[in-house]
């Protein structure tokens, strides 16, 4: 709050620099035995204004602290950057940020920390079909002819700045995303892209479409991507590879500050003739505005069931 | 006798039928006039509010708030904004995360006029009894927001 009289208010300049973080320790307990809680996530970032120009720098501590049936305690305390990039505002209908992003695409990969999303664990859809990070350009605004729909095209042409903690190793990276809002709490996109994995040598042709709605007390959103592979160091098997996935999560208010969190998700790869079917089952508690409270419960079709517990915070 | 037990059945009656004093509340939305903007649809300023739309004919818009007990803040979200507590609280925990912060926060409607009447570009909310025909010189009103209010507190 700007915390003068009327009277002086001349002397109050805009607040121009913002400094904020999050935090998490999760446990985990696996049917088979294995348990570990670990201070999960730690992180700082910080923003600065100046008329239409924006700088965002995150520094964050992956796995901080871990103690389990299999570590009986070990610290990594080496940050790393998260994000660090710089924007600039031009009108509603151009945007352009320059630097080490968030990939811009779907729903999860833009809540993806524990005070944001509304499970501690996350779909495999998120994770296994584009990188989640990228070093690069991306422009974003509302398309001039079309109403209340965005637009948003990224590239990258060089190695990720700080890849320690990315799922995917990329040099070479292109993409976009249209979003058609009807209102805040709903839209429906559809997105395409391509990418080079370094580590696998191979290139991913991937498509998703998502949507989100709330209906009084019930959150609804979805995601599927299905992706066309072609693997290079397959000599003897040079070929098409597909796989695709989905998930559908579900949030139900039951009172104040207390939500059912529900999710179902698959995927399949055709080339490893493998699958993955899991049903989360869960609670979500928010005692204060930027605390939650999280427990679910994970059923894995021929694999071990999971149980997570966590703390989130935001500052 | 007569006469008292007369005087005491109409007091009793009159408590009965007690009604609470209403007042018709007028809030103004507002700019300075040298902004671009003239008038704005509910959705339209919906999406300033919540920093989906960050610019209107090419000028930078910059919506400031009264704070979270001030009663016009609460009628003003109830109306246009049209989301409850928690609801905002995860909008706009997940959009800092994206580097984007909620409106500022002012002390009064005295703060916000001198603020919109010093700043261009900025738009806030008040209650229209405060626009005195020397503020109503320097600024516009491109919003209004009727509501009944019982028991009304002018902050």
């Not at chain 1, 320790?25 to 970032?45: D, P, R, S």
């Not at chain 1, 910080?46 to 871990?66: A, P, Q, S, V, W």
């Not at chain 1, 049936?69 to 031009?90: C, Q």
């Not at chain 1, 995927?267 to 979500?284: C, H, M, P, Q, R």
């Amino acid at each position: 709050m700007i915390n003068v009289k009327a009277t002086e208010l001349n002397k109050v300049k805009l607040k121009q620099v913002y400094v904020g973080g999050y935090s998490s320790v999760v446990y985990e307990y696996v049917t088979n035995g294995f348990n570990q809680i670990k201070l999960h996530e730690i992180a700082l970032f910080g923003f600065y204004h100046y008329n239409r120009i924006k700088l965002f720098g995150e520094l964050e501590g992956i796995d901080t602290y871990t103690y389990g049936s299999y570590n009986k305690g070990s610290l990594n305390i080496e940050p790393y950057i998260e994000r660090l990039y710089i924007e600039y505002l031009h009108n509603e209908y151009l945007r352009i940020k320059g630097g080490k992003l968030l990939t811009p695409l779907g729903i999860w990969n833009q809540i993806y920390i524990n005070v944001l999303k509304w499970t501690t664990s996350e779909p495999v859809t998120i994770q296994w079909f584009y990188p989640r990070f990228m070093t690069g350009i991306q422009t974003y605004g509302f398309i001039p002819w079309f109403k209340n729909t965005t637009y948003t095209f990224f590239f990258q042409k060089t190695n990720n700045l700080d890849n320690r903690y990315n799922n995917v190793s990329t040099n070479d990276f292109i993409g976009f995303q249209i979003k058609k809002i009807f209102d805040i709490d709903r839209y429906i996109g559809f997105n395409m892209g391509r990418f080079y994995d370094i580590k696998l040598k191979e290139t991913s042709l991937f498509s998703g479409i998502f949507g989100y709605f709330r209906i009084n007390r019930l959150y609804i959103f979805g995601e599927i991507y299905g992706a066309y592979e072609e693997e290079e160091h397959h000599y003897s098997y040079r070929s098409k590879i597909d796989k695709w996935s989905f998930y559908i999560q579900m949030a139900y208010k039951l009172f104040s500050k207390n939500y059912l969190t529900f999710r179902s998700e698959y995927f399949e790869d055709k080339s490893d003739n493998a699958y993955l079917n899991v049903i989360t089952i869960g609670w979500n508690y928010k005692p204060f505005s930027k605390v939650v409270i999280k427990g679910e419960y994970q059923l894995f079709e021929k694999r071990q069931d999971r149980i997570l517990l966590s703390f989130a915070v935001m500052f | 006798m007569y006469k008292r037990v007369l005087i005491i059945t109409i007091l009793f009656i009159s408590l009965l039928f007690k009604t609470e004093k209403v007042h018709s509340l007028e809030i103004v939305v507002i700019t300075s006039k040298k902004s671009r903007i003239n008038t704005l649809s509910s959705t339209e300023l919906r999406k300033i509010y919540l920093k989906i739309k960050i610019f209107h004919k090419g000028e930078r818009i910059i919506p400031v708030n009264l704070p979270p007990n001030s009663r016009v803040r609460q009628i003003f979200y109830e109306k246009v904004i049209g989301l409850d507590y928690e609801q905002l609280n995860m909008y706009w925990n997940e959009r800092f995360f994206h580097g984007i912060e909620p409106p500022m926060v002012f002390k009064s409607p005295k703060a916000v006029l001198k603020f919109i009447q010093t700043v261009p570009g900025s738009i806030g909310y008040v209650p229209a009894e405060t626009l005195t025909p020397q503020i109503k010189k320097t600024v516009k009103i491109i919003y209004k927001i009727k509501a009944d209010e019982k028991n009304f507190d002018n902050r």
